[in-house]
């Protein structure tokens, strides 16, 4: 099948990408570099002529709930249009375990991105995941001063974004659920200023972790465990301390602030 990829280079579409390749799939990319504005949606509908299924998998970094809801929302709807003008007979987003009522920070944008598919033109399946084992390399290369990595209060259920873009892959190949498939969980509960401070141990690195808790619905959200999933949900494989020593971690790159249609 012919398959695009929305935010094809990124933490999650670099492994969508391979993994499709790997069973067989004929791969587009769809990214700034490529030359696929997804917020402005230029030329969107030509470049999905002949795709089968396009994986979302478009992200921006922000704390910021207006920005998110303006990209999610832009991205979505462009995604959307597109394909519907082109054919395309299934549409497979990425979204957050746990984000209901929580309508702050990057999960404002995935509720708005989740309520645009509600309504979708286009057959839709929505993989809700839980953080990935390459949030503690982003945080640690984001949130660094000095001495001191500062790291939000988080339990966390950590899963590896390899095994997220082989599942996208999967669901992609299959039937549109119509909405949310079952969530996809890491294997085990975790602090993430514990996984920072074996990131850095990992890497030779000598800095402290304070950690801090958010304020407001999203960093509530963190500190309580809500985005760990429930015991129905479906469980990744690879634990962070085996993704501590693979070539993953070493390919992680930090996000920017304001960093869109790549992850």
Excluded: C
């Excluded at 478009?58 to 999610?72: C, D, M, N, Y």
């Excluded at 309504?119 to 290369?141: C, G, K, L, N, Y």
């Excluded at 992609?172 to 996809?184: F, I, K, M, N």
Aim: hydrophobic share 45%.
């Amino acid at each position: 099948m012919r398959l695009a990829v929305a935010g094809g280079t990124g933490a999650v579409g670099r492994h969508v990408v391979a993994a499709a390749e790997a069973r067989g799939h004929d791969v587009l990319t769809l990214t700034r570099h490529d030359g696929h504005d997804l917020e402005t949606g230029t030329r969107l509908a030509a470049a999905l002529a002949g795709v089968d299924a396009v994986v979302d998998v478009a992200s921006v970094v922000t704390l910021s709930g207006r920005r998110a809801r303006e990209f999610f929302r832009n991205v979505t709807g462009n995604l959307l249009r597109a394909e519907r003008a082109a054919g395309v007979a299934h549409h497979v987003a990425l979204s957050v375990v746990g984000i209901d009522g929580v309508d702050d920070a990057h999960y404002a944008g995935k509720l708005a991105q989740e309520a645009l598919l509600a309504d979708s033109p286009v057959p839709v399946t929505i993989q809700r995941v839980t953080q990935f084992h390459e949030f503690a390399a982003q945080v640690a290369a984001t949130a660094t001063y000095g001495p001191v990595t500062i790291v939000p209060k988080a339990l966390i259920r950590p899963v590896a974004a390899r095994e997220v873009g082989a599942r996208l892959v999967e669901l992609a190949e299959g039937t549109p659920v119509g909405g949310r498939a079952r969530d996809l969980v890491g294997p085990r509960d975790e602090r993430l200023a514990d996984l920072v401070r074996r990131l850095h141990a990992v890497e030779g690195v000598r800095r402290g972790v304070l950690e801090v808790r958010f304020p407001g619905p999203f960093g509530r959200s963190l500190a309580t465990g809500a985005t760990r999933g429930g015991a129905d949900a479906a469980r990744g494989r690879i634990t962070f301390d085996e993704w501590l020593r693979s070539g993953d971690r070493a390919a992680v790159r930090a996000p920017r602030e304001g960093a869109g249609a790549r992850e």
